[in-house]
Protein backbone atom coordinates (compact mmCIF):
# COMPACT_ATOMS: atom_id res chain seq x y z
CA UNK A 1 0.00 0.00 0.00
CA UNK A 2 1.26 3.22 -1.16
CA UNK A 3 0.72 6.47 1.03
CA UNK A 4 0.87 10.12 -0.01
CA UNK A 5 3.56 12.13 1.77
CA UNK A 6 2.20 14.72 4.16
CA UNK A 7 2.97 17.56 2.12
CA UNK A 8 1.35 16.67 -1.22
CA UNK A 9 -1.93 15.55 0.40
CA UNK A 10 -2.04 19.33 2.17
CA UNK A 11 -0.65 20.27 -1.45
CA UNK A 12 -3.35 19.06 -3.34
CA UNK A 13 -5.83 19.73 -0.03
CA UNK A 14 -5.05 23.38 -0.75
CA UNK A 15 -5.65 22.85 -4.39
CA UNK A 16 -9.13 21.55 -4.06
CA UNK A 17 -10.09 24.31 -1.65
CA UNK A 18 -9.24 26.67 -4.44
CA UNK A 19 -12.23 25.34 -6.03
CA UNK A 20 -14.66 26.24 -3.74
CA UNK A 21 -13.78 29.90 -2.40
CA UNK A 22 -12.49 31.59 -5.65
CA UNK A 23 -15.05 34.87 -6.26
CA UNK A 24 -16.77 34.31 -3.16
CA UNK A 25 -16.37 36.27 0.05
CA UNK A 26 -15.88 32.83 2.57
CA UNK A 27 -14.78 31.52 5.86
CA UNK A 28 -12.60 28.47 6.41
CA UNK A 29 -12.65 26.82 9.83
CA UNK A 30 -10.16 24.51 10.70
CA UNK A 31 -8.14 22.48 13.72
CA UNK A 32 -5.32 24.81 14.84
CA UNK A 33 -2.96 21.34 14.55
CA UNK A 34 -3.36 22.63 10.45
CA UNK A 35 -2.65 25.99 11.18
CA UNK A 36 0.93 25.61 9.23
CA UNK A 37 -0.66 23.23 6.68
CA UNK A 38 -3.96 25.70 5.30
CA UNK A 39 -1.82 27.75 2.85
CA UNK A 40 -4.47 29.23 1.22
CA UNK A 41 -5.31 32.75 0.87
CA UNK A 42 -8.74 33.03 -0.32
CA UNK A 43 -10.76 32.84 2.70
CA UNK A 44 -10.98 34.23 6.24
CA UNK A 45 -9.55 31.49 8.42
CA UNK A 46 -11.00 30.69 11.47
CA UNK A 47 -8.36 28.15 13.65
CA UNK A 48 -10.43 26.43 16.83
CA UNK A 49 -9.42 23.67 19.46
CA UNK A 50 -11.21 22.55 21.47
CA UNK A 51 -10.53 24.70 24.48
CA UNK A 52 -11.67 27.52 22.22
CA UNK A 53 -14.10 28.11 19.67
CA UNK A 54 -17.05 30.21 20.47
CA UNK A 55 -14.33 33.22 21.55
CA UNK A 56 -12.88 33.11 18.34
CA UNK A 57 -16.82 34.24 17.17
CA UNK A 58 -16.57 37.36 18.53
CA UNK A 59 -13.15 38.43 15.80
CA UNK A 60 -16.16 37.76 13.17
CA UNK A 61 -18.70 40.51 11.94
CA UNK A 62 -19.00 39.55 8.83
CA UNK A 63 -21.49 37.77 6.42
CA UNK A 64 -19.64 35.16 4.07
CA UNK A 65 -20.92 33.50 0.73
CA UNK A 66 -19.25 30.00 1.43
CA UNK A 67 -18.21 28.45 4.79
CA UNK A 68 -15.76 25.54 4.46
CA UNK A 69 -15.25 23.15 7.51
CA UNK A 70 -12.02 20.59 6.74
CA UNK A 71 -10.15 17.62 9.23
CA UNK A 72 -13.30 16.85 10.65
CA UNK A 73 -14.87 13.24 9.16
CA UNK A 74 -11.16 12.32 7.62
CA UNK A 75 -9.54 12.72 11.41
CA UNK A 76 -12.86 10.86 12.76
CA UNK A 77 -12.25 7.59 10.57
CA UNK A 78 -8.10 7.82 11.34
CA UNK A 79 -8.58 8.39 14.73
CA UNK A 80 -11.39 5.84 15.48
CA UNK A 81 -8.85 3.35 13.63
CA UNK A 82 -6.10 4.15 14.86
CA UNK A 83 -7.88 3.86 18.95
CA UNK A 84 -9.22 0.40 17.88
CA UNK A 85 -6.03 -1.14 17.28
CA UNK A 86 -4.58 0.24 20.00
CA UNK A 87 -2.08 2.66 18.48
CA UNK A 88 -3.76 5.49 20.56
CA UNK A 89 -5.38 5.87 24.03
CA UNK A 90 -8.65 6.69 25.03
CA UNK A 91 -7.44 10.07 26.48
CA UNK A 92 -6.13 10.86 23.44
CA UNK A 93 -8.89 9.40 21.37
CA UNK A 94 -11.34 11.31 23.29
CA UNK A 95 -9.41 14.55 23.20
CA UNK A 96 -9.74 14.06 19.36
CA UNK A 97 -13.38 13.65 18.97
CA UNK A 98 -13.55 16.64 21.89
CA UNK A 99 -11.41 18.40 19.58
CA UNK A 100 -13.54 17.84 16.28
CA UNK A 101 -17.09 18.14 17.71
CA UNK A 102 -15.76 21.77 18.47
CA UNK A 103 -15.28 22.23 14.98
CA UNK A 104 -18.78 20.85 14.27
CA UNK A 105 -20.44 23.16 16.29
CA UNK A 106 -18.13 26.35 15.53
CA UNK A 107 -19.47 25.29 11.70
CA UNK A 108 -23.07 25.22 12.62
CA UNK A 109 -23.08 28.30 14.26
CA UNK A 110 -21.58 30.17 11.13
CA UNK A 111 -24.35 27.99 8.87
CA UNK A 112 -27.25 28.64 11.03
CA UNK A 113 -26.47 32.50 10.34
CA UNK A 114 -26.34 32.16 7.08
CA UNK A 115 -29.23 34.21 4.66
CA UNK A 116 -28.78 32.31 1.63
CA UNK A 117 -30.55 33.02 -1.62
CA UNK A 118 -34.01 31.63 -2.30
CA UNK A 119 -32.41 28.94 -4.64
CA UNK A 120 -30.08 28.15 -2.32
CA UNK A 121 -32.57 27.05 0.76
CA UNK A 122 -32.94 23.52 0.38
CA UNK A 123 -29.79 23.19 0.23
CA UNK A 124 -28.89 24.72 3.07
CA UNK A 125 -31.75 23.36 5.20
CA UNK A 126 -30.22 19.62 4.48
CA UNK A 127 -26.11 20.97 5.07
CA UNK A 128 -27.94 22.12 8.33
CA UNK A 129 -29.48 18.84 9.13
CA UNK A 130 -26.19 16.58 8.19
CA UNK A 131 -23.81 18.54 10.25
CA UNK A 132 -26.48 18.16 12.93
CA UNK A 133 -26.16 14.47 12.40
CA UNK A 134 -22.44 14.63 12.29
CA UNK A 135 -22.93 16.48 16.01
CA UNK A 136 -25.03 13.99 16.97
CA UNK A 137 -22.67 11.06 16.30
CA UNK A 138 -19.53 12.78 17.54
CA UNK A 139 -21.70 13.65 21.06
CA UNK A 140 -23.24 10.17 20.98
CA UNK A 141 -19.48 8.58 20.39
CA UNK A 142 -17.74 10.54 23.55
CA UNK A 143 -20.34 8.93 25.40
CA UNK A 144 -19.55 5.67 24.45
CA UNK A 145 -15.30 6.10 25.37
CA UNK A 146 -16.48 7.85 28.71
CA UNK A 147 -18.70 5.38 29.18
CA UNK A 148 -16.95 2.83 27.51
CA UNK A 149 -20.71 1.40 26.61
CA UNK A 150 -20.64 -0.25 23.09
CA UNK A 151 -24.10 0.11 22.40
CA UNK A 152 -23.39 4.06 22.32
CA UNK A 153 -21.43 3.39 19.65
CA UNK A 154 -24.35 2.00 17.48
CA UNK A 155 -26.28 4.58 17.98
CA UNK A 156 -22.81 7.39 16.91
CA UNK A 157 -22.64 5.29 13.76
CA UNK A 158 -26.52 5.71 13.11
CA UNK A 159 -25.88 9.19 12.78
CA UNK A 160 -23.29 9.13 10.44
CA UNK A 161 -25.84 7.02 8.35
CA UNK A 162 -28.22 10.18 8.57
CA UNK A 163 -25.65 12.70 7.93
CA UNK A 164 -25.17 10.52 4.21
CA UNK A 165 -28.33 10.62 3.75
CA UNK A 166 -28.67 14.29 3.79
CA UNK A 167 -25.47 14.68 1.96
CA UNK A 168 -27.17 12.32 -0.88
CA UNK A 169 -30.22 15.28 -1.05
CA UNK A 170 -26.99 17.67 -1.29
CA UNK A 171 -26.07 15.96 -4.55
CA UNK A 172 -29.35 15.51 -5.72
CA UNK A 173 -30.46 18.90 -5.88
CA UNK A 174 -30.89 20.42 -9.14
CA UNK A 175 -29.36 23.87 -8.64
CA UNK A 176 -28.18 25.92 -11.40
CA UNK A 177 -27.37 29.59 -11.52
Known sequence: MSFLSNVTFYKRHNEELTKYLVNKKSLH?????????????????????????EGSFEEIEQK???VVLTDVIERFTNQTERFTNEEISSEEYLEGLESDYSLLLASYIVNADLEPPLIYEEFHEYRLKEIESYILMYEWMIKAVEELNENYVEISFSYIEEAIYYLDLISNLDISC
Open 64 to 66: FDV
Open 29 to 53: ICSSASRSKIIENLSTKLFIDNTNF
